[in-house]
């Protein structure tokens, strides 16, 4: 993970992919596709000038506004314009 992003940016990890039933199997690059397809993740850190949204929130972007990150230890992350960000959801499980 990046020490740092730009101050009004936010790195956004997306939401893994439940493996199908299917008896075919996805190559790990059409299931990274599918992930970016979603347009939604969590929140892993914001820039100094990003007062919403914070750290943890899930929320939704953009269609192509996000930039991928590979990290050192291989894992993709998405960085995105803080005006690109849409909309907040309510992660509590509902009764």
Known sequence: MPKSI???TVLI???PLEKSSNKLEKSETT???????QNRGTVIMVGGEVDWPTEGM???Y???AATDFTDEDGKVYQ???KAHILAEFNTAKKK
Request: glycine letters at 0%; aromatic letters at 4%.
């Open 58 to 60: 899930v929320v939704s």
């Open 79 to 81: 960085i995105i314009n």
């Open 62 to 64: 953009l269609r192509n």
């Open 31 to 37: 299931r990274e596709q599918e992930m970016k397809k």
């Open 13 to 15: 990890e997306s939401f």
């Open 6 to 8: 730009n101050i009004k």
